[in-house]
């Protein structure tokens, strides 16, 4: 009852002597009538507690202990994503026997891939952006590295297996069936190789014989940079002092 006095407990002075406090846990649900409680603030989120094990006062009717305020997220609009998917290209002009039926075209590009066609190939990976061996990327990088990686490979040939002449080659192989492979995925072209529709068929080793068509799918593959893609001449000395002077075949 409100003012009456309250009968101490004995039990609670063994537990105070103890040095022992037990938990309390408060939550004031409800006020008196006499003792109106201002209305939380709009949009927020009223919290009374107590922790256990707390020896300051109890807490008051209406005392705000935290506000948590509501945080409301917009929904995202919809959008559109338009993907442009490059178009299917085709080849200029047929690999094979390039540099015969198709040197007419451009005589003084089909002379460069004649006389150096490794040059021309290493052009042709600087200008699509293709990396060759040890990572190197402008074409002198690409070119020099090849040429060591070459010389290596037939000394360790011939001194532990006398076979360094069969080894060196395979570089050239590996290292172009890189840029033609890129070259074809970076335009969407279709595979028109000597015989089968792996690249590698296309740049055997110069012992292979005739089946060796690095000539005709280098000529190709500079064509199309040159006119289809508009990438702009060559620029490789040779190129310029021996064959830029050629001139195509008059038109019929």
């Not at 407990?9 to 406090?21: C, H, I």
């Not at 074809?184 to 110069?206: A, G, I, Q």
Request: glycine letters at 6%; proline letters at 11%.
């Amino acid at each position: 009852r409100p003012g009456a006095a309250r009968t101490p407990d004995p039990r609670e002075g063994e537990k105070m002597s103890k040095g022992v406090q037990e938990p309390v846990a408060v939550a004031v649900t409800q006020a008196p009538l006499h003792e109106p409680i201002n209305p939380p603030p709009p949009q927020a989120t009223v919290v009374t507690t107590t922790q256990p094990g707390a020896t300051s006062a109890p807490l008051v009717v209406g005392q705000v202990v935290a506000v948590v305020p509501v945080v409301s997220v917009a929904p995202i609009p919809p959008f559109e994503a338009t993907i442009l998917v490059p178009e299917t290209q085709e080849w200029p002009f047929p690999m094979c026997c390039s540099c015969l039926g198709s040197c007419a075209k451009d005589p003084g590009l089909c002379c460069y891939a004649l006389w150096c066609s490794t040059c021309l190939a290493a052009e042709i990976a600087e200008k699509i952006g293709a990396q060759g061996c040890c990572n190197t990327e402008s074409c002198c990088a690409q070119w020099c590295a090849a040429c060591l990686l070459d010389l290596c490979l037939d000394f360790a040939g011939s001194v532990l297996c006398g076979i360094g002449a069969l080894v060196g080659p395979c570089v050239w192989t590996v290292w172009m069936t890189q840029g033609r492979t890129a070259l074809k995925v970076m335009h969407r072209l279709p595979d028109d190789e000597l015989c089968t529709p792996f690249t590698m068929s296309s740049f055997l080793p110069w012992y292979c014989g005739p089946l060796s068509c690095t000539i005709c799918a280098v000529y190709q593959e500079a064509y199309f940079l040159k006119f289809s893609r508009r990438h702009g001449d060559f620029h490789c000395c040779l190129y310029r002092c021996c064959c830029a002077g050629c001139r195509p075949a008059p038109t019929m």
